[in-house]
């Protein structure tokens, strides 16, 4: 079973920030947050990762609370493009099995 | 484009044929993985390899075999399929045991899989 809680959808308007939450109060000191998004019938696209401290790359920033029982994911300014299904993952990593839920199926509207 | 392709992107097979599907990565990754994608369920991981050894199996039934020649492909053989095997098959692929900082699995765009 998914170790991870999100709500099953969100919307969004183009331009603004997309928030989405994940809740993880079981993680383990040694398990990392992934967050992975698949746009309708293609594979999952891996988006950003993190541990203990917040993240930011090109596509996306990830805050993790300090108790690291949740995080979120932030695109800040979405477009059409990103309208997908966004997985929040814990796993320790090292050729460990991902378990993906069902996700946020996150709808960017114009 | 993640580094990973997969061939064919589309299949659709009688229930008495013999097919494959192929994965090549171009990350210089030791694992591999299969994962299947039924309608409207989650992903499931079905085999592991770490360094061309297998390392997990989860319970996949005998008609899928898996085969990993070298650590940068890996084949899926089908036979006798049955049509609730219908899915979208996807390969990933990561550095493996010795990655640090996290493992991250790049996956590759998919076969979609029909059986008649």
């Known amino acids: 079973d998914a170790k991870t809680t999100q709500p099953p959808s969100m919307d969004c308007a183009e331009g603004r920030a997309a928030n989405l939450p994940c809740n993880h109060s079981t993680i383990s000191g040694n398990e990392y947050v992934y967050w992975y998004r698949q746009i309708h019938s293609q594979g999952p696209q891996y988006i950003i990762h993190g541990l203990k401290n917040n993240e930011t790359n090109e596509m996306a920033s990830l805050i993790i609370t300090e108790d690291r029982k949740s995080s979120t994911l932030i695109l800040p300014h979405a477009t059409l493009r990103d309208t997908a299904v966004y997985y929040c993952i814990v796993t320790r990593g090292g050729s460990e099995k991902l378990v993906f839920g069902k996700g946020t199926k996150l709808t960017v509207n114009p | 484009e993640t580094g990973v392709t997969q061939t064919p992107r589309h299949l659709v097979m009688g229930m008495t044929n013999k097919k494959s599907l192929k994965c090549e990565q171009h990350l210089g990754h030791n694992a591999m993985y299969w994962y299947k994608q039924s309608a409207k369920k989650p992903l499931e991981l079905m085999f592991v390899?770490?360094?061309?050894?297998?390392?997990e199996n989860n319970s996949v039934p005998s008609r899928f075999s898996p085969e990993c020649p070298n650590s940068s492909h890996l084949f899926l053989h089908l036979h006798t399929l049955q049509p609730e095997d219908s899915a979208l098959y996807l390969c990933?692929?990561?550095?493996?045991?010795?990655?640090?900082?996290?493992?991250?699995?790049?996956f590759g765009p998919g076969t979609r899989l029909t059986v008649l």
């Open positions: 990933a692929s990561s550095q493996g045991p010795s990655g640090g900082s996290g493992d991250t699995q790049y």
């Open positions: 390899y770490n360094f061309k050894e297998q390392t």
